[in-house]
């Protein structure tokens, strides 16, 4: 791959990777360093990348999967993500609307890997159900039942942050 072809790639793509990275790994420090060895992996020799078989999107984003799911797997067992300083605020307002947002990102960090992944790619990065089977690597169906059960386990983790809702139900 030529330098500005990969310039390219990294401009288009390296915002949504690292999104993806970050909701995966919970730290800036990793999602970083995923997205870098990423990027890194197009430079190899041994690159397996064919645009002829996947589109640069798909390949990327699997790509970021499968670095963030080995870095996580390092990660020594109960070890919980880095609180990042730029995620403390001090203002009374600004803390109490990021508490939901703080609570969702525990809770997602909390999910299965393998709903977490479908979850992160369908509701944060928007992407097409056959996409996501693309770069997970199972069928539409899966992913479909893997969405469903990270969206009920999700509801259980935060039903105390929306009890009015229970009510509703």
């Not at 307002?93 to 969702?104: F, H, P, Q, R, Y």
């Not at 690597?137 to 983790?157: D, F, H, N, P, Y």
Request: net charge negative; charged share 30%; proline share 5%.
């Amino acid at each position: 791959m030529d330098q500005a072809s990969l310039l390219q790639l990294f401009d288009e793509h390296h915002k949504p990777l690292f999104r993806f990275a970050y909701r995966l790994t919970g730290s800036v420090t990793d999602a970083e360093d995923v997205v870098q060895e990423c990027f890194l992996e197009l430079l190899r020799p041994g690159c397996s990348y064919d645009p002829k078989r996947t589109p640069p999107r798909t390949y990327l984003f699997g790509i970021v999967r499968n670095q963030s799911l080995k870095r996580m797997s390092r990660r020594p067992d109960g070890a919980e993500a880095e609180v990042e300083a730029s995620q403390l605020r001090s203002p009374e307002s600004e803390a109490l609307t990021n508490e939901l947002g703080d609570a969702v990102a525990r809770a997602l960090m909390r999910l299965p890997e393998t709903q977490r992944d479908v979850l992160v790619l369908a509701h944060y990065e928007q992407m097409a159900l056959a996409e996501i089977a693309a770069i997970v690597g199972i069928e539409v169906t899966a992913v479909k039942s893997r969405l469903q059960r990270a969206r009920a386990a999700l509801k259980e983790m935060l039903a105390a942050y929306a009890p009015e809702l229970e009510k509703r139900q």
